[in-house]
């Protein structure tokens, strides 16, 4: 298990991040660029250390904020896949993959079989002869892989494993590196900033925002309960905060945000409260709407992004105040002709609106 709490500070860029796995689980570390996600990879390999802290994996202390208990980097059980895969140009794919192994003075037949293995469960054996430049990038990061857990690593860290590969080449590796991840006995810290990436793979999710963790948890936790905005466009819902003021006999409640007033069923209590809505809740007009919603929006569309695989849902973005996303069928777009710069109504009503705090 991975237990790991620690902070750097780089200029005037202050780091602090707390991080727990469990072996067998993948903790997805998400944010942004500039974030501190590849720092912090590079604290847990031991490239960098922290100002204090520590990191601890199993029953060893990697780092404990003593210069002299610190492990170095070379001596750390650490699988590590950076951005650009590093392998070596002049050597084969076998020779990359067994690296790792004859750095620890191993050889022989041993050696061979271990590779023999790696190479195999990544489905590239018939690669082994060949060196980097003769390889596709899937090919490559398939043998960055193959390297990384030869070695049967405590620890395996991935920093955006699929950020160099084109996006069918990503939709190909994607369910074969979950189904790798899953099947290896360590703890796995994978670095990204794709949300398709954070849900598919990540068992835990921390987010880091500018140095600093602002929430983590299980997908659902963040896709039900989100907590600032970044991670609510980054989990796809529309997320206010506000408090309670007006509360009526019927059960409703009125939220007072910056912007505007939002009717909610009433939760109780006087605190401050997060109210999240989602996109396919959001039902669009080209006129005021009529009927029971409650919650009434306007402004002109500001974005129009189809959704994966096929683009047969559409999300819609409104720069109301504040702004607005729902999400609809490419039918809907075509018939009512949606279109960036129209004026359109956004609505929902108060009983699909999520309150927390």
Known sequence: MLRATFAKRLGTFQLEVTLEAGRGQTLVLVGESGAGKTTALRLLAGLDHPDHGHIVIGDRTWFDGAPAATV???????????????LFPHLSAFE???FGLRSQGLSGRWVRDRVDEALERLGIP?????????????????VAFARAIVTE?????????LGALDPQSQRALRGELRRLLTGLPCATVYVTHAPIEATVFGDLIVVLEEGRV???????????????????EFMGVNLFRGTIG????????????????????????????FVAVG??????????????AQNVFHGPIEEIVPEPPYGERVRVAIASQPPLVAEVTRHSVETMGLAVGLPVYGSFKASVVVTYR
């Open 96 to 98: 990359n993959v067994a």
């Open 126 to 142: 018939d690669l082994a002869r060949r060196h980097p430049q003769e390889l596709s990038g899937g090919q490559r990061q398939r």
């Open 153 to 161: 690593p405590s620890l395996l860290l991935l920093d955006e494993p």
């Open 214 to 232: 602002t929430q983590a948890g299980t997908r659902d936790d963040l896709l039900r309960h989100p907590r600032s905005s970044y991670v609510a």
């Open 72 to 86: 170095p980097a070379w001596r750390r059980d650490v699988g590590y896949v950076p951005q650009d895969y590093a």
């Open 246 to 273: 007006y509360r009526d006999f019927a059960g409703l409640a009125e939220v007072q945000t910056p912007e505007r007033t939002l009717s909610v069923v009433d939760p109780g209590g006087d605190q401050p409260v």
């Open 279 to 292: 996109p396919r809740d959001v039902t669009l007009h080209l006129e005021p709407p009529s009927g029971s």
